[in-house]
C-alpha cells in the first residue's frame, strides 16, 4: 500500500488520504526523496525497489531531484481537510512542498519571509503629516488681496479708490 501510494504522490505531486495513512507514507517516501538527489545507479535501483514503478523513479529523479536538491528535509506537508462523513477518520492532504503554488507566489514576493519583518511602531508618520497637509491646502484655498470680495466692483464700473466702504454706506 505504502509503494503504491508512493509512487501516486511522486506522480501527481498531492494525494487525498487518512491522517494515519499520510504520517506513514511520510516516514516511507521522505528517504527516497533524500536518496534521489543524487543520481546514480545504485540510488535509481534502491529506490525502483521500493517503488516498483518504472514512470515514478523516471520522474522522481528527472525532475523532483532537481527542485529538491537545495532542500535539506521536510520534502512533504499534510494539511488536515476535516473528518468524512460515513466514518469521521481524520482526512488530509499530503503533497510535495516544492510543488504548491500557493505557498510559492508568497515566498517569491518577499512578503512572510523573515528579511521583510517590520514594526508597528512609527509606521508612515511622516507620509501620513504630508498627506493632511496636502489635504489642508486643497480644503482652505488661500485668497490674495487683489481677489477679496470687497475689492472687486459689483456692476463693475469705477476702481477702489472710487469703492464705498461699509462704515460709509451705513453713515449716509
Do not use: W
Not at 495513512?21 to 545504485?42: G, N
Not at 525502483?48 to 529538491?68: M, Q
Not at 512578503?111 to 491646502?137: F, I, N, Y
Amino acid at each position: 500500500m505504502l509503494s503504491n501510494m508512493a509512487s501516486s504522490l511522486i506522480l501527481s505531486k498531492r494525494i487525498k488520504t487518512t491522517l494515519a495513512k499520510a504520517k506513514a507514507l511520510r516516514k516511507y517516501v521522505e528517504p527516497l526523496l533524500t536518496r534521489a538527489k543524487e543520481d546514480t545507479t545504485h540510488g535509481r535501483r534502491i529506490v525502483f525497489s521500493h517503488l516498483s514503478n518504472k514512470y515514478s523513479v523516471a520522474e522522481l529523479f528527472d525532475n523532483i531531484s532537481k527542485k529538491i536538491t537545495e532542500r535539506p528535509g521536510g520534502y512533504t506537508r499534510i494539511l488536515r481537510l476535516g473528518e468524512r462523513q460515513g466514518d469521521k477518520a481524520q482526512v488530509c492532504l499530503i503533497e510535495l512542498v516544492d510543488y504548491n503554488d500557493t505557498y510559492q507566489k508568497r515566498s517569491r514576493t518577499g512578503k512572510g519571509s523573515k528579511d521583510s519583518r517590520r514594526s508597528r511602531r512609527g509606521t508612515g508618520r511622516k507620509k501620513r503629516e504630508q498627506q493632511e497637509a496636502a489635504v489642508s491646502e486643497i480644503k482652505t484655498p488661500s485668497i490674495t488681496p487683489s481677489a477679496k470680495k470687497e475689492d472687486v466692483p459689483r456692476d463693475g464700473s469705477g476702481t477702489d479708490s472710487e469703492k464705498k466702504t461699509p462704515s460709509d454706506s451705513s453713515s449716509s
